[in-house]
């Protein structure tokens, strides 16, 4: 955000100082952190007296240091802004208390367009208006000019202790234990409250609350309208949030199953910022799902493209896969074996392919290999060969059904799904059928892909399922 300080205009997230709007980089002053920080923490209380002890907890949170630091911040904020402490213009110290913002401030919006740049300079009044100020010109630049920016206003921005809070809550979610992401949960819901117009924690509760139910997709079906409220809040404080927009379409597509609402929500983050690899890969997903084979490998090449690590993922193959492609899906397998045989991944979509191109001695080896990668027993694995001699991929299916009742996933989901997967390969549709209507009860997520998975190609047109998943 661009704020005009006096005759100074401040770049927040730079700490650039110029006298001229669209100064070039040589032309600037630059705070470091540190005073940044401070001249930030002052421009929240604009014409207040703001203690050393407000300023040492925001600015320096969770440390112990003596009030030296501030003068020393102080000294150098008031060196960028060509201040003085005898007679000051923008800080006035208040002895055994702390120190005044009393420069006027003025909110300055700026955009680049055609390597033109235009000013959107709104006006404010003075210090003591400038909240209403900064309301009002968020309400007309969201609300009129229907071009949203990302930048928070300093009403939207949280103290640095709650900002240091905020990312101790992120870093939580990357832990793989169920306590930390109640942690997180918990430090979001407080940075809420003590910051309700801070965007990006909204859709962080939303990521913790999604961490804590796991794979109950019913649950998660039964709290869409809470996430997509908290979601709706965090878009509108941020209008301009791919990420945000993103999980709106991961909501709308694996929880809501409105496959029109979120292809819009993947169209709009994408017209943000094209060059996100990650977007372009969930984008894929969800084409693919829908049937919408070319666009889904134009979109997962784009990932290919934006990231290395993309040439070793198996998306590629997956769609050629659902196309019926299968000499397409085989050498895209051959290509990953190279990279990474004992892959787990690889070694799901090898083994699907494998048996969709009727190839069951190959396929089974590749099912080996996955019980030996899930720790199967030796006895369990003599058992499973036993069952591919006596009656091939059939009786293995039979095997995992009806005597190993298979709990985990070896390439074919979670019970009931699963339970469907083996009763399809073992020819008992009507079983199918039941496990089938007993997963979409739970609304269990995979079922997303019934329309162009070819395992499901026997049973998609009875009339106990036919259009069970609607993507129009």
Not at 99 to 126: C, F, W
Not at 271 to 286: E, L, P
Not at 389 to 412: F, M, R, S, T
Request: aromatic fraction near 10%; glycine fraction near 4%; hydrophobic fraction near 40%.
């Amino acid at each position: 955000m661009l704020i005009k300080l006096g005759i100074w205009f401040l770049d927040t997230q730079t700490g650039n100082l110029s006298k001229e709007i669209n100064s070039s980089t040589s032309d600037c002053k630059r705070l470091d952190h540190t005073p940044l920080a401070l001249l930030l923490c002052l421009l929240k209380y604009p014409g207040k007296d703001v203690t050393k002890d407000i300023m040492l907890a925001e600015v320096w949170p969770n440390k112990v240091v003596s009030e030296d630091v501030l003068s020393v911040a102080m000294s150098q904020i008031r060196k960028a802004l060509e201040d003085s402490a005898r007679n000051p213009q923008y800080v006035k110290t208040i002895p055994s208390v702390g120190y005044r913002l009393i420069a006027t401030v003025e909110e300055v919006q700026s955009r680049q367009k055609n390597n033109a740049v235009t000013a959107n300079h709104k006006k404010t009044k003075p210090v003591l208006m400038l909240t209403f100020g900064l309301i009002l010109s968020i309400f007309i630049f969201y609300f009129i000019n229907s071009v949203p920016t990302e930048t928070p206003s300093l009403q939207q921005l949280p103290t640095l202790s709650a900002q240091s809070h905020y990312q101790k809550g992120r870093y939580l979610l990357t832990k793989k234990d169920k306590e930390s992401w109640q942690q997180a949960q918990q430090i979001f819901e407080d940075t809420i409250i003590s910051s309700p117009e801070f965007a990006p924690v909204y859709r962080e509760l939303v990521q913790a609350k999604l961490r804590l139910i796991g794979r109950d997709d019913l649950t998660t079906y039964q709290k869409l309208e809470e996430f997509k409220y908290l979601l709706n809040k965090s878009l509108m404080l941020s209008p301009n949030n791919q990420e945000t927009y993103l999980l709106l379409a991961r909501i709308s597509f694996a929880i809501e199953w409105d496959f029109v609402l979120a292809e819009q929500y993947f169209n709009k983050a994408l017209a943000i910022d094209n060059n996100n690899a990650m977007a372009h890969y969930r984008f894929s997903i969800f084409l693919m799902a829908a049937g919408k084979f070319d666009r889904a490998l134009n979109h997962i090449n784009q990932y290919i493209a934006l990231d290395p690590a993309g040439y070793a993922v198996t998306m590629v193959a997956w769609i050629y896969n659902m196309m019926g492609e299968y000499e397409l899906a085989l050498a895209e397998m051959d290509k990953l074996q190279q990279l990474d045989p004992n892959d787990l991944m690889y070694l799901f979509s090898a083994q699907s392919i494998l048996e969709n191109t009727g190839q069951d001695q190959a396929s089974f080896l590749k099912l080996i290999k996955i019980f030996k990668h899930v720790n199967y027993t030796k006895d369990e694995i003599t058992a499973a060969t036993m069952a591919f001699e006596k009656g091939g991929l059939a009786n293995v299916n039979l095997w995992l059904l009806e005597v190993k009742k298979e709990q985990i996933n070896i390439g074919q989901g979670y019970p009931p799904l699963s339970f469907a997967r083996y009763a399809i390969k073992a020819g008992n549709k009507e079983l199918a059928i039941k496990y089938i209507q007993q997963a979409l009860a739970k609304r269990e997520g995979n079922l997303l892909y019934f329309n162009v998975d070819p395992k499901y190609k026997t049973i998609r047109h009875t009339p106990e399922l036919k259009n069970m998943i609607n993507p129009n």
